[in-house]
C-alpha cells in the first residue's frame, strides 16, 4: 500500500477528525494540509474557532507529517503552539511538513490559516516531534 492510501485510511479511521468534519485534503512525502469547515460549534463566546479545534488541527497536521516522512503509523510526542490572531471566517487550513527526519523522529511544523472573504490569514504556529508507533 502507498503512503498517501495509508494516510487516507488511517484519517478515515479517526472519530473526532470526522466529529469536527476535518477533511484530509494533501499528503506528501513528508507533508499533510488538514482543512475544517468553519461552524458555530466550533466556536467559542467571542465567536472565534476555540483554541482547541485550532490545536487538534495543528496536532494531527504535524503527526501525518512526520508520520508520511517516518514512513509509517506515528505519535505525537510533543507541540507547542503559538496564537497569533483569532480564527474568524469560513475555514481553517493546516499545512504541516517535516523539517528533519531520522529513524527515531521527526520534527515538524504547521502553519494554520483561516480563511474569510477569499483571503487566507495566518492565524497560528506550531512544532511538534513524532515518534513511529508500535501499534
Known amino acids: 500500500m502507498d503512503l498517501q492510501q ?8 479517526q472519530p473526532f477528525s ?6 484530509l485534503t494533501q499528503v506528501g512525502p513528508n507533508s499533510a494540509e488538514i482543512r475544517i469547515r468553519i461552524t ?5 463566546q467571542h ?5 482547541g ?7 494531527n497536521a504535524i503527526t501525518f507529517a512526520g508520520g508520511l516522512a517516518l514512513g509509517g503509523n506515528a505519535l505525537t510526542s510533543e ?3 503559538n496564537y497569533l490572531k483569532p480564527a ?25 490559516y483561516v480563511t474569510a472573504d477569499g483571503q487566507e490569514k495566518l492565524c497560528a504556529l506550531a512544532q ?3 515518534v513511529p508507533s508500535s501499534g
Do not use: M, P, W
Not at 470526522?18 to 477533511?23: D, I, K, L, N, R
Not at 465567536?47 to 483554541?51: A, C, S, T
Not at 517535516?98 to 527515531?104: C, D, L, T, Y
Open 47 to 51: 465567536g472565534f474557532v476555540h483554541g
Open 53 to 59: 479545534v485550532i490545536s487538534y488541527l495543528a496536532d
Open 40 to 44: 458555530d460549534n466550533l466556536k467559542q
Open 6 to 13: 495509508f494516510a487516507h485510511e488511517v484519517f478515515s479511521a
Open 128 to 130: 511538534g516531534t513524532v
Open 79 to 81: 507541540f507547542k503552539i
Open 18 to 23: 470526522q466529529f469536527v468534519g476535518a477533511e
Open 88 to 112: 474568524v471566517g469560513d475555514l481553517l487550513v493546516g499545512r504541516s511538513s517535516a523539517r528533519s527526519a531520522g529513524k527515531r523522529q521527526a520534527v515538524c511544523q504547521c502553519e494554520i
